[in-house]
């Protein structure tokens, strides 16, 4: 295996971090896109940064030039994430639009729906969220009820999803509807592209355990969709959700690898500086045991995205194996979470709400948001079912 880049990639690489060094804000921390909800002030941080990025050509770095992005390869893709979590840069707020929205839009958008969207989501003026779950339609998404009737020039929309992301920010959303109740489940589907501004659409926060309100309650109460904002074909909308999750699969898997990284530093350094009993912690040798497998598991997670990035380059469509470090991911990042608390000792059940600072709830946060990994993008149960039935060749569960 040869891991080294080529004289481009590292000019690519080189051109990155010195814009990076020169506008990440000093106020920036990279908690501050994991929970966007925060406040008004940290709404408006993380939009003039995605601003800033836009303006600095690297929004849609993975996007099409014909489409205002970068034409980064993939392997440009993954450098611009290991050089976005190495300068502690923000995430981008409107990330389910440049990640998985626009790149769907790309393959099954018309050019009216390109035209209209396409910019506003680089540049971070329309925010998108992802409207797919519902309260019994989550792992089974072709069980998903949200009806649409059409009436002509639009569809009335009538129903409730669940677990929606950045919805109460958000400007649109890409909403899965159900056009057909006659045509077995997954054939009855479509995507709707549906301004959150619309009458009828009524967004309640959830609050999580963390404090944080991060998804939100959908109800739509006879919503009218223009005709002219159906993705893609009536009742085929299971193609458009097939894009959409390979493109968050694709989207998302290296970014994972590069946080892990951040946090695997973060919590080496804690563990450095941190004494109980009037004796440093990196002596225990528990601890010490802990933190070298935490930092196997980082090379674990970078080297399976590697195998996938292979597989890719070698022409091959993303295959089951992605949801190999999906997995892995979840597992390692609940288990250096709970490390981490376990190496503040009794201060780690203190939270004091400033998840900026280790001594204010940096890694408490962590611990409690890491619980969502293994539920959020797909349950580790369904990564597992996937695994084992089309990598291993298992026959079906019961
Ligand atoms: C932080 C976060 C953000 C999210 N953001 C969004 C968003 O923006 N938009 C959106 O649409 N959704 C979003 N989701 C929802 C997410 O995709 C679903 O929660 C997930 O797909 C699981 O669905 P569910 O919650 O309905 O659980 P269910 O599907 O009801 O599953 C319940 C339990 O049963 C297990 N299970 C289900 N089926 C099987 C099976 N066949 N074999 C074995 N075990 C099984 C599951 O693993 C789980 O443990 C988000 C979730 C989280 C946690």
Known sequence: MDFSFTPEQETFRQELRTWLKANVPPEAHPLRHLQPQASTEDLAFLKAW????????WAGVSWPREYGGCGAS???????????????????????????????LIVHGTEEQKKSHLPNILSGDEIWSQGFSEPNSGSDLGSLRT?????????VVTGQKVWTSLARYADWCQLLVRTNLDAPKHQGISCLLVDMKSPGI???????????????????????VPKANLLGEVDQGWRIIITSLMFERQGLGFYFTFAQKRYYEDLLAEIRHSQRY??????DPQIR???????????LIKLN???????????????????????QWADINQRLQDLAVEVQGAYGQLFQGEVRAPEGGYWQYGFLRSRANSIEGGTSEIQRNILAERVLGLPKGR
């Open 147 to 155: 009806r649409a009737i059409d009436q002509g020039d639009y569809f």
């Open 50 to 57: 995605q601003k800033k990025v836009h303006e600095g050509g």
């Open 74 to 104: 993939l392997v440009e893709r993954m450098i611009f994430d290991q050089e976005m979590a190495a300068s502690q840069a923000p995430g981008l707020l409107n990330v389910l639009g440049l990640e998985i929205v626009g790149p769907t």
């Open 289 to 299: 045991q802990k933190i070298a497998q935490a930092y196997i598991d980082c090379e």
């Open 305 to 327: 995205n590697y195998r996938a990035l292979t597989r890719l380059l070698r022409g091959n469509p993303p295959g089951p194996e992605g949801s190999i470090p999906k997995l």
């Open 278 to 283: 009037g004796e440093s912690v990196a002596t």
């Open 202 to 224: 009524t967004v309640k926060p959830l609050r999580t355990m963390t404090g944080d309100s991060e998804f939100n309650e959908v109800f739509f109460e006879e919503v009218k």
